[in-house]
């Protein structure tokens, strides 16, 4: 059985290799490839949170006919690292209303830690994110390549507290933040600049798009907004909508 695993896997790597290239012999081959891409992207502020810039990776599969008039591609990517370049932070019309409607739970927990941190932050606590995600698209082969993109993913943001370790790591003390996890939707339209135009696999792409953010319960830690504050503010912070502009380098071995 393993032998059998083995050979398996032999073959294909070794399908993966030979059309990671351009071939000599069907245009058939040609068509199916691999792409990979690296973006930055600029999120503006929406009801919850400031602006923030963060960077992803992505790789998956590309498809084109025979002319070469387009690439399609399905893809996976993650942003694995907490840190971004320039985080998000709550915004200051959000913790206000949060304040104005606090409600300390009782005892120290780690719940009532969340909600005092939460009430006390000036919003700058949010100390990066992690990323994973579904990609499809396509590419148009023109001069001014024409793109469009859809997104499917979840976020994570970190809420940090030193005072978290004694919950979340007290032997060691190394994790000292909470998670509050997210789902998105996002579309962009834009277009790309190819590299090495008529021969290229790779283009420069910029452009815009949309991103509809499910926020949930607003909780860190199955900590939900609701479990200290008095008003139903999760009905007003549950979801919310925002404008993207990004800048990523697209490549794919079909051609």
């Not at 004694?166 to 190819?194: A, C, S, W």
Request: aromatic fraction near 18%; charge should be positive; proline fraction near 3%.
């Amino acid at each position: 059985m393993k032998f059998k695993l083995k050979r398996i896997l032999l073959i294909l790597l070794l399908l993966a290799f030979t059309r990671s290239f351009p071939q000599s012999t069907t245009e058939k081959v040609k068509r199916f490839g691999f792409m990979g891409s690296f973006d930055y992207e600029y999120g503006f502020k929406d009801k919850i949170l400031n602006p923030g810039l963060t960077r992803r990776w992505t790789f998956g599969a590309s498809f084109s006919n025979k002319k070469k008039e387009f690439v399609v591609f399905v893809a996976a990517g993650i942003k694995g690292a907490k840190l971004n370049i320039y985080s998000p932070s709550l915004r200051q019309s959000c913790l206000n209303d949060v304040r104005q409607n606090y409600s300390p739970i009782n005892g120290y927990t780690e719940d009532s830690l969340i909600g005092a941190r939460i009430n006390t932050t000036n919003g700058k606590d949010l100390w990066g994110t992690y990323a994973q995600f579904l990609e499809a698209g396509f590419i148009l082969n023109k001069k001014i390549a024409p793109t469009f993109t859809f997104y499917y993913g979840s976020e994570q943001y970190l809420l940090y507290d030193r005072a978290f370790t004694q919950f979340e790591d007290p032997k060691y003390g190394d994790i000292h933040y909470v998670e509050m996890n997210t789902v998105y939707y996002e579309f962009r339209l834009g277009f790309g600049i190819p590299l090495k135009f008529e021969t290229s696999t790779s283009v420069i792409n910029v452009s815009i798009g949309y991103k509809w953010v499910d926020y949930g319960n607003f909780e860190f830690n199955k900590t939900p907004l609701s479990s200290y504050t008095t008003e139903n503010l999760i009905n007003k912070y549950h979801n919310a909508g925002k404008i993207t502009l990004s800048v990523s380098v697209i490549m794919w071995s079909n051609w």
